[in-house]
Structures are given as C-alpha cells and as structure tokens.
C-alpha cells in the first residue's frame, strides 16, 4: 500500500527525526505488510518500527537499545497528533 503524505506522515517524520536523528524515508519496501488489509478504510495509514535484519525468520530479534528509541518515536507522534 502507498499513503499520500498528510499529518500522520509529517509527525512520523517529526518525530524520527527528533528522537534518532535521522530524515525519514517513506518508501514501500519494507516487505509484505496487514495494512493491505485495512488501507480501504484508513485515511492515513504507516507502519514503523526498528530494523530488522531478522525479521519473520527463526528466532526473529530486534536491538533492545532500539525499544525506548521506538517508544519515544511513537510517544512524539501521539503528543504532535492530540494537540
């Protein structure tokens, strides 16, 4: 599924880029994605998370450095989006 940018896309952005320090890349390679399932519906619609070199293999990991990045990413987003 492609998103058009919108507010989700820019806190998203705001976000990784406060927290991580990086620019954000929206791109559509990250593999088979649910929010097929759910785009017909969703205004707005992305998934995020930290990399994953393992992803839907045998004993599947992320870095537990990367977990409070996450959290604090996701916590950006809420406060930019409840304002």
């Given at each position: 599924f492609l998103t058009h940018a919108g507010?989700?896309?820019d806190v998203a952005c705001e976000a990784?880029?406060?927290?991580?320090g990086v620019e954000a890349?929206?791109?559509t390679t990250g593999g088979t994605?649910?929010?097929r399932f759910i785009k017909a519906i969703a205004k707005e619609l992305i998934e995020?998370?930290?990399s994953n070199a393992t992803i839907h293999q045998i004993n599947e990991n992320v870095r537990l450095e990367d977990i409070p990045k996450?959290?604090?990413v996701y916590e950006g987003m809420l406060t930019r989006l409840l304002k």
């Open positions: 507010k989700l896309t990784i880029a406060e927290i991580c890349e929206l791109s994605s649910d929010g995020l998370g930290p996450l959290s604090a």
